[in-house]
């Protein structure tokens, strides 16, 4: 896996690369003290694994996550244990409280490698079994969920909600989303123009919004939020 280390203290940098060479199949792309340099390397390089402290100068790591678009997956590395709730909510594969001890190290590592080895399984699924199949033809797509493939009609569906690993697909004919191993990415590339990104998180499909608030979306009784950085587009597509 490739790593990039984000911390503003050389002696915490030094302490997870020299344990990272202990474990020896983990590659470090770079190692920075500047939260603000990091993100151009994330956004130019295939990054796996990002090692990030929370209280930095100029952007704390919980802000440095909510700025990247395509964050890969992440580890909290910091002396503050208060911020783990809020590691976690946004989905932190792991958080480590400094010092941190080696075997605890292990843990989070064998954490990362796990959902990584779940996200190359799931994309090679996709390459060569069809995981996630549209026939434009048809108009259906079938995903993977649990031991079985469902089919969905691609008109049938709301919209989508993106979790990191998984996606969770709403349609018409069930309250109860899909659950499915997937990067949102793929999904997005499969769907029709009816489908908009409004959000980091979040794909509608264009002919179920009922309103538009002004922040937000409304499908149902749901209200969808708008990214800061999709509201341009999304007003645009909707010729607001």
Same mark, same amino acid.
């Given at each position: 896996?490739?790593?990039?280390i984000?911390?503003? =203290?050389p002696?915490?940098?030094?302490? &997870? ?11 470090? +792309?770079?190692?920075?003290?500047? #939260?603000?340099?990091a993100?151009?390397?994330?956004? @130019?390089?295939? %990054?796996d694994? +990002?090692?990030?402290? %929370?209280?930095? #100068? ?7 996550v909510?700025t ?12 503050? #244990? /208060?911020?783990?709730?809020? $590691? ?6 792991d958080y480590l409280v *400094?010092?941190?001890?080696?075997h ?8 990362? @490698?796990e959902?990584?080895?779940?996200t190359?399984?799931? &994309? ?5 079994? $069809? /995981?996630?199949i549209?026939?434009?033809?048809n108009?259906?797509?079938?995903? *993977?969920? =649990? ?8 008109n049938?569906? *709301?919209?989508? /909600?993106? !979790?990191?690993?998984y %996606?969770?697909?709403?349609?018409i004919?069930?309250?109860?989303? %899909? ?6 990415k793929v ?11 409004v959000?980091r998180?979040?794909? +509608? ?5 009922k309103a538009l /608030? ?9 209200r969808i939020?708008? $990214?800061?950085t999709?509201? *341009?587009?999304? !007003?645009?597509r909707? $010729?607001v």
């Amino acid at each position: 896996m490739k790593c990039i280390i984000i911390d503003d =203290e050389p002696l915490a940098v030094d302490v &997870i690369e020299s344990y990272l060479n202990q474990i020896g199949d983990m590659e470090i +792309v770079a190692k920075c003290n500047n #939260p603000l340099d990091a993100i151009t390397l994330i956004n @130019k390089h295939k %990054i796996d694994l +990002v090692f990030l402290d %929370i209280e930095m #100068p100029n952007l704390t790591g919980i802000d440095l996550v909510k700025t990247i678009e395509n964050i890969p997956q992440f580890i909290f590395t910091t002396a503050y #244990p /208060q911020y783990a709730l809020d $590691g976690f909510n946004l989905n932190a594969t792991d958080y480590l409280v *400094k010092p941190i001890p080696f075997h605890r190290f292990l843990k989070a590592i064998a954490r990362a @490698k796990e959902k990584h080895q779940l996200t190359l399984n799931s &994309i090679a699924n996709i390459s060569s079994a $069809g /995981q996630h199949i549209i026939d434009p033809s048809n108009n259906f797509i079938f995903v *993977k969920s =649990e031991y079985e493939n469902i089919k969905i009609e691609v008109n049938d569906i *709301k919209y989508i /909600q993106g !979790l990191k690993d998984y %996606i969770k697909i709403y349609t018409i004919n069930s309250n109860k989303a %899909i659950l499915t191993l997937s990067s949102f990415k793929v999904i997005l590339d499969k769907l029709p123009s009816q489908f908009l990104r409004v959000h980091r998180s979040y794909i +509608v499909n264009m002919n179920y919004i009922k309103a538009l /608030q002004k922040t937000k979306l409304v499908i149902d009784e749901i209200r969808i939020p708008i $990214g800061e950085t999709f509201k *341009k587009e999304v !007003l645009e597509r909707l $010729g607001v």
